[in-house]
């Protein structure tokens, strides 16, 4: 299995630009997650999909930040426009959906994507 | 808003020492997961405790579920410069919520 994959892995852009990461989940997996990581405030859930149908978004800090799942295979995450608290480390994860099996609900990351805005 | 507090956040040890990283919380979870994260990727599922008290073995990381489900332990026997990364604790809340609520993790550096 090729594993999530997320591009870019690394971006710089500049204050005010607008920002897209990529997404492909694994196949076969209904669940889909943005995650976000910074030193001081960790692994923070940005939005969840399931079945491409997004759940729940109270993690998106603002208007700025939109996410869309338009298949099963693909997933963005847009920043319009960026700002330099943006930098961070952005994780695409995905699982299968676990039933009633708790022990089976394993998450995939993806490597990340690195966004420095400045 | 649930929180899982992770002790200690950082620690540098010698090859072969023992060391035990806590992860702590005034809430309730179904089950509890330890991911381990290294430089440059993204975590890694090592483990998922579901019953209180359950402790699980994986090779030389022993882990173990609080009783009240409200904490958890990793315990690893003899480190090894391979096991250097970032240890993140990860609780699913009650309720069947996909929202796991994870720690800042503890930053492990095992020195050859």
């Known amino acids: 299995d090729a594993g999530v994959i997320q591009s870019p892995r690394h971006e710089v852009t500049e204050m005010g630009q607008e920002v897209t990461l990529r997404c492909k989940p694994i196949?076969?997996?209904?669940?889909l997650f943005w995650y976000r990581q910074t030193m001081m405030r960790g692994l923070e859930l940005l939005i969840y999909f399931n079945n491409n149908v997004p759940i729940d978004d109270s993690g998106m800090p603002e208007d700025r930040f939109s996410a869309k799942m338009p298949n099963a295979s693909f997933s963005t995450l847009k920043i319009q426009p960026s700002e330099p608290r943006d930098s961070a480390v952005y994780f695409c994860?995905?699982?299968?959906?676990?039933?009633?099996?708790?022990?089976?609900?394993?998450?995939?990351f993806g490597e990340g994507s690195w966004l420095t805005v400045v | 808003t649930q929180l899982l507090e992770q002790s200690p956040q950082f620690l540098s040890i010698q090859e072969g020492e023992n060391l035990t990283v806590y992860c702590n919380s005034s809430?309730?979870?179904?089950?509890l997961q330890w991911y381990r994260q290294e430089p440059g990727e993204g975590p890694v599922l090592l483990v998922t405790?579901?019953?209180?008290?359950e402790v699980k073995k994986l090779k030389r990381l022993t882990f173990q579920f609080g009783d009240a489900r409200k904490d958890s332990s990793l315990h690893i026997t003899a480190a090894q410069p391979g096991d250097t990364g970032l240890y993140l604790c990860a609780g699913a809340p009650q309720g069947g919520s996909e929202k796991l609520v994870f720690g800042k993790g503890m930053k492990l550096t095992v020195n050859p």
């Open positions: 196949s076969g997996h209904d669940y």
């Open positions: 809430s309730v979870f179904s089950s």
């Open positions: 994860a995905t699982k299968r959906s676990a039933g009633r099996l708790i022990s089976g609900n394993t998450i995939y």
């Open positions: 405790v579901v019953t209180g008290g």
